[in-house]
């Protein structure tokens, strides 16, 4: 039979050699525990204050104040507590601490602290009040140095010779660190500007931040109050593990939130390394209904009024203290802009951005004083991925009013605005369309088309200028063209050349508005002065503000009505002084040449006006000047005025200078829009007898006069009006201060009368009274004192009626009695052109175009010489004075 095996029993394990290890483990916790228990029993920190205090003052150079008790309480958990702590402020500070705390409670876990973690259970802070300031310098009072470390000696002490320092260890691990919760509790943070003194403050009273386990995300919230505005904040980040000490390819991430004034604001992004602050990324988002409801929260930003503003904006480390711009999608609603231009209205807007490297797109519509406006263009992006020197295309353009414009180029340095290269251009179907943008009526100019290119000139975002090349502009009022340079500095200004074949300023001036209904009567206007010369005050600031160079050259302008062509000017402005010379122009009669000046540095200001002409046809100047006509001639002028002031009354008042014309081949017709006859209508109506006179007109061999001015008092060097009907000549003074007249004229007329032989008057006319009222005196030319003596004779006779009227101011009859001599053409000519030649008519020739009288005088012996004119010729011959030389007052 099959012989059975029993199978042996199992060997049990001793028991203790199988309960061993617990026992181990519990000696190994209990030891340190207990150790720590022992240690912390029998430490008081009360006793280290002094030596905490001395510590915070040899690393920061401030003073640590722990008013209060410190506490702690023994657990496994140990809570540590501190009472009224204090950190002072800088010496320049507006108050002694810079920070304070009311309490402090700080759980630490007792166990991690064998593997060199760190973990906090619960740190509770409660009324911390901190102030970030900086003083009357700018120095700011979060910057704490450590005191400098005194001065090693010069020679080492005695004694043997220190033992040479160990070899560094190799580096130990830092120890981790991590918490559980942290609160805050009655929280002001407050900042403040020593330079203008104004500050901030932020409440926080309550805020919240834990991690759970201590190695979870860190989530936190809580609700401050800036300036009164509530502000609720959110917020959650990777464990703090992750940030002391990262895992490399695993970013932190971090997200949070802002509540505040109805709108929400938000972040999420990364980083890679957070040591490094490198590979880092970013979303922001804004959600604005209203961004006036942010003024309050900061009131020294600029915050455009917007409305139903959404913005995507993300961006990426791009190196070393460079960000890039890697997205962006921002709409904004219709929002009214009248605080930044009034009448101006946003219907909409959008900017979009695809990629780093993707263009920059945007555009809007909107409305200016009711005109549609849009706005559309493409760019880079203005924080591209490979720096800031990158250029920037620009492309824009701005349509509205059935016009447009563009602006095309490239800026190669956007930052410092250097390297600009754009295109200018606009066109623009009627000007007058962009009346509601101006506010007021615009010319109607027409076909507007204009372009120039423009580049910086040197310096930091245009700080040098600007170069204005190739421009170009034409339109329905005329064309231009040049280069100017914009310069800025102390004093801003231009220069440049600009010619243009044909400008109509006529075409420029703009319609008149409508003249609103007056609300109540109209005001009487203001007495007149009684001057001639206006009190005109002179543009003279414009020397003080810029310093410029500018040459003008027009082939034809018209201004006034008037077509003036081949127009050459130069002006410069230099340190307060300014002078145009010289300024030519072809006048409708001939060539002008001007030359001005003016200097503000001298005070009171200093101005000076030349002017100098050869000959300017009357005939065609009158008529461009829509004067009356009837007078012809060649016209000379020789004008060179300086004086000081700042209006043209005060200048004209200290006038040194001369002034000279002079007219030769001249002729006055005397038809009912003459000058002439003017003058001469009331004659004709108040003597029938003397309605020939000057019929057809009268012909000047030739007029002139010159002055010469000493500090506004001019004096008559010549003066000559030789004509058909004889002499006027003359002189005296005339005072541009007070404006008044101190002159005698010297008369040798022939006046003819049909029927009759000539009446001829010679005789002295004192000339007084002001500018505005000059008052003649003919008493002594036409007396009354002999008339009845020679009454009966005219009675019986009227065809002897012919003879002198003579006498003024002791002359004698006949002519006799020391009367002044009237000069001849030739002489009087060449004074009045200052020594320069011209053409003199020749001595005794008939003046030219002499018109003859309509009935021919019978001819009949000249009669004797009369005493005095007749008493019934009297008041005639008076008119007749009065109306060639001046209507008496």
Known sequence: MPRETALPEPQPTPPARRRRWPWVAAAVIAVPVVAGAVFLASFDLNDQKPRIEALVKERTGRDLTLAGPIGIKLSLVPTITAEDVALSNMPTGSRPQMATIRRAELELALLPLLSRQVEVRRLRLVAPDILLETDAEGRPNWVLARPAAAPAPDRPPPGPAPAPAPAPEAARPRPALGFGRISVEEARLTW????????????????????????????????????????????????????????????????????????????EGSIGRPAERRDWQATLTAEVPDTR????????????????????????????????????????????????????ELARFHAALAGAEAPLRFEGEGRLNGLPLRLSGTTRSPMPPQGVAAPVPVDLTLTGAGGSATVKGIIA?????????????????????????????????????????????????????????????????????????????????????????????????????????????????????????????????????TDSDLRLAVGELRSGGVTLRDLAAHAVIQDGRGRIDPLTVTLPGGRLSLRAAGDITANPPVVQLAALSEGIELAPLLAALRAPGGT???????????????????????????????????????????????????????????????????????????????????????????????????????????ETLA??????????????????????????????????????????????????????????????????????????????????????????????PGPVPAPGAPPPAQAAPATPAPATPAPAPLRDLPRELQAPAQELLRGLFGRGR
């Open 192 to 267: 403040r500007n020593g330079i203008s003194g104004a500050s901030r403050t932020l409440e926080a009273p309550r805020l919240e931040a834990e991690a759970g386990d201590g190695n979870g995300p860190i989530r936190g919230r809580g609700t401050l109050a800036l300036e009164g505005t509530p502000i609720a904040v959110e917020g959650e980040t990777g464990p703090l593990a992750g940030l002391i000490s990262p895992t490399p390819g695993t970013p932190w991430p971090v997200r949070g939130t802002v509540e505040a004034a109805g709108a929400r604001f938000g972040l």
């Open 743 to 836: 002159m005698r004229l010297n008369l040798d007329l022939r006046l003819p009368i049909p029927g009759l032989p000539p009446l001829r008057i010679r005789a002295p006319v004192p000339l007084t009274g002001s500018f505005a009222n000059p008052r003649p005196d003919y008493r002594q030319a036409v007396g009354r004192a002999a008339a009845g003596a020679v009454a009966e004779e005219v009675l019986r006779d009227r065809a002897g009626i012919a003879g002198e009227v003579l006498g003024a101011l002791g002359a004698g009859r006949g002519g006799e009695g020391g009367e002044a001599a009237i000069p001849e053409c030739g002489p009087a000519l060449a004074l009045a052109r200052g020594g320069r």
């Open 293 to 344: 409801r942010l003024v309050p929260l900061l009131p020294d930003v600029p915050i455009p009024p917007l409305r139903d503003v959404q913005a995507r904006v993300s961006l990426a480390d791009a190196g070393p203290g460079r960000q890039a711009l890697t997205g962006l999608d921002v709409t904004i609603g219709s929002s009214p802009l009248d605080p930044m231009l009034p009448g101006l």
């Open 632 to 738: 012809t001639g060649r016209a000379e002028l020789d004008l060179d005025l300086r004086g000081q002031g700042r209006d043209l009354r005060a200048v004209a008042a200290t006038a040194t200078g001369h002034l000279g014309l002079a007219l030769t081949n001249g002729q006055m017709e005397a038809g009912p829009g003459s000058l002439l006859g003017r003058a001469l209508g009331d004659l004709r109506q108040a003597l029938p007898q003397l309605g020939a006179l000057a019929e057809g007109g009268i012909a000047l061999s030739c007029a002139a006069t010159r002055w010469r001015a000493e500090n506004g008092i001019a004096r008559s060097e010549v003066l000559l009006l030789d004509g058909s009907l004889g002499k006027v000549g003359g002189g005296g003074t005339a005072n541009l201060r007070d």
């Open 413 to 545: 340095n956007p930052q410092r605005m250097n390297g600009v290269e754009l295109a200018l251009a606009a066109t623009l179907p009627d000007l007058a369309a962009l009346t509601p943008l101006a506010g007021t009526p615009l010319p109607p100019v027409r076909d507007i088309r204009a372009e120039a290119r423009l580049n910086e000139r040197g310096g930091y975002r245009f700080s040098g200028g600007a170069f204005l090349r190739g421009i170009q502009v034409t339109s329905s009022a005329g064309d231009i063209a040049g280069d100017l340079t914009f310069l800025v500095a102390m004093r801003a200004g231009v220069q440049g050349a600009l010619t243009s074949r044909r400008l109509d300023l006529d075409a420029l001036v703009p319609p008149k508005p409508p003249e609103a209904a007056p609300a109540g009567p109209a005001a009487p206007p203001p007495a007149p002065d009684g001057r001639v010369i206006p009190d005109l005050p002179l543009p003279l600031e414009i020397l003080r503000l």
